[in-house]
């Protein structure tokens, strides 16, 4: 059987799956990859797809544009699950291929399902295949294949990176679906409300299936009067569930990066965004504390220093009083170290200071600066020539504390914002 046979009874079928586009023209969103002119579009047209990663979220029309393939293709299609599918089935799939070739010169295309989840092993067993022309591989991922799939694989192949859909897409499928007599709910007389389908619409997020889950359920739960089927805003809340946020490694490194560039570009609304969508996900609190502790010093610094303390006191409130509450710290801290003012002399001081001791010949430490608390340190030299601070006015003297050879290196360079400007002052006045 190939890979998109129809079952017998189309009606056990999910809607989602009747509605499927069937053609280029039908086949909703993606402009960048499929419109008319683009690579995808004339490959597609021209039978000429090479081994390719469909990646992108759920709903979005990765396997349906497969389906597309297998429409317009006078090849084969064969279809796997790397769930459930190992070096078995595709040595098996490889044996037909070639059978397929040398008998009638027909070419196979293979499809992937969550292609992320093959173990090198299995990703190996492939390759060979992919090379010589044997299938031309398309697999199909929710996971950032530059991370989630092993290179070898990914090298031979094109990478074609799938978005949500847009709400206007989502909504003209579920119309759609309500029309045609044929695959969708077209003679049940099916009537829903425009806020039931905006609900549906929002809900779903870009992920269409989502939605028409959600319209069969409501259509066939929902009793027939006179009018037909009715679903009101209310049924239609019943039927789909808010779904919980998906975040992959990907995701969360994403979404972690967003926090903390909103962070250092003095955003706070879309930093506490960033911060809520990585609390509801589930990630551990600690984590954005840790970060805020992090950027107190990195992007703030001493431009104002109550910012480290700000971010010290969220991750204490977590600790004592925990969730939900210390959110409200959380949030505090948040909002006070984006709108502090911002610096990175801290983190050029602390790297051109890590860059010299990596690199050595530092020099001895000078005889006055040497330890002095064990017996017989004098004998040596050590602290001689010392002149201690509190001893002078001002609690400062004159001295070098550098090596020989960095007398006169500056690792800190206090920045023009904030206490800073206080700082370059004293700095030019001990100098």
């Not at 084969?76 to 010169?105: C, D, H, P």
């Not at 010589?132 to 991370?147: D, V, Y």
């Not at 259509?219 to 975040?247: F, W």
């Amino acid at each position: 059987m190939s890979l998109f046979d129809h079952i017998k009874h189309t009606h056990q079928r999910p809607l989602a799956d009747r509605m499927r586009p069937r053609t280029l023209d039908e086949f909703l969103g993606q402009a960048h990859l499929v419109g008319k002119g683009k690579l995808l579009h004339r490959a597609i047209k021209a039978d000429q797809l090479t081994s390719s990663i469909f990646y992108g979220p759920p709903g979005c029309g990765k396997t349906t544009l497969a389906f597309v393939v297998s429409k317009t293709t006078k090849g084969a299609f064969e279809r796997l699950n790397a769930v459930t599918s190992g070096v078995t089935e595709v040595r098996e799939v490889i044996k037909q291929a070639k059978e397929r070739r040398a008998m009638y010169g027909q070419h196979t295309y293979l499809l992937l399902d969550e292609c992320h989840r093959w173990s090198r092993a299995q990703s190996d067993s492939i390759l060979p295949a992919i090379e010589e022309g044997t299938i031309r591989f398309i697999g199909s991922t929710t996971e950032n294949p530059m991370i989630s799939m092993t290179p070898a694989i990914v090298s031979r192949c094109r990478v074609f990176q799938f978005f949500r859909l847009s709400d206007e897409d989502v909504k003209t499928a579920l119309l759609a679906a309500i029309a045609d007599p044929e695959r969708g709910l077209g003679t049940m007389d099916v009537q829903v409300e425009a806020d039931a389908l905006d609900h549906w619409v929002q809900v779903a997020a870009g992920d269409v299936r989502t939605a028409l889950n959600a319209l069969e359920l409501a259509a066939l739960t929902t009793p027939t009067d006179e009018n037909g089927i009715h679903i009101t805003r209310a049924i239609a809340e019943d039927s789909i569930q808010k779904p919980m946020m998906r975040v992959d490694e990907t995701l969360y490194y994403d979404m972690l990066s967003a926090f903390c560039k909103s962070l250092r570009g003095s955003d706070p609304d879309a930093a506490l965004l960033w911060a809520s969508r990585l609390l509801y996900a589930g990630i551990d609190p600690r984590l954005i504390v840790r970060r805020l502790i992090a950027h107190a010093s990195e992007d703030v610094g001493l431009a104002d220093p109550n910012a480290m303390l700000q971010a010290v006191a969220a991750a204490s409130a977590l600790e004592f009083v925990g969730l939900p509450e210390a959110r409200l710290s959380i949030t505090q801290a948040i909002i006070y170290i984006c709108m502090a003012p911002k610096s990175d002399t801290v983190v050029s001081a602390m790297g051109a200071a890590k860059a010299d001791a990596e690199h050595g010949q530092l020099g001895e430490v000078p005889l006055y600066l040497r330890d002095t608390h064990y017996q017989g340190a004098s004998r040596l030299g050590n602290g001689a020539g010392y002149l201690y601070p509190h001893d002078f006015p001002g609690h400062w003297v004159q001295q070098n504390y550098m090596p020989s050879g960095f007398e006169d290196t500056v690792y800190y360079q206090p920045g023009q914002l904030g206490f800073e400007k206080d700082l370059q002052k004293k700095k030019d006045s001990d100098g």
